[in-house]
């Protein structure tokens, strides 16, 4: 079994910067994709970023620039940094692991953390 523990959300104002890690522990594939996403009241879930185990990374053009995902592979955990964050950027940020490759690849989801950003 996969869990995703999650850490670092919380209160920051409008041009401020949070991190957050996420590791995972239980039987983790060597190839996988870590990555975070988000959820703001009353919209869809969306992603924000994601990174590979082979060091490819992915973001939504609404935070590039802005946040950086990275990953310690010897932790198995991965982390968000997130700089000159905006009132929008507030949501429930999620974790999640894709572990394996397709089509064997499972999903796994952390429990979630709220980031909220005052203007």
């Known amino acids: 079994q996969v869990q995703l523990l999650e850490s670092g959300g919380g209160l920051v104002q409008a041009g401020g910067s949070l991190r957050l890690s996420c590791a995972a522990s239980?039987?983790?594939?060597?190839?996988?994709?870590m990555g975070w996403y988000r959820q703001a009241p009353g919209k869809q879930r969306e992603l924000v970023a994601t990174?590979?185990?082979?060091?490819?990374?992915n973001y939504a053009d609404s935070v590039k620039g802005r946040f950086t995902i990275s990953r310690d592979n010897t932790k198995n955990t991965v982390y968000l940094q997130m700089n000159s964050l905006k009132p929008e950027d507030t949501a429930v940020y999620y974790c999640?692991?894709?572990?394996?490759?397709?089509?064997?690849?499972?999903?796994?989801w952390g429990q979630g953390t709220q980031v909220t950003v005052s203007s």
């Open positions: 999640r692991l894709l572990n394996g490759v397709s089509p064997y690849r499972v999903s796994y």
């Open positions: 239980g039987s983790i594939f060597g190839i996988n994709t």
């Open positions: 990174d590979s185990s082979v060091g490819s990374t």
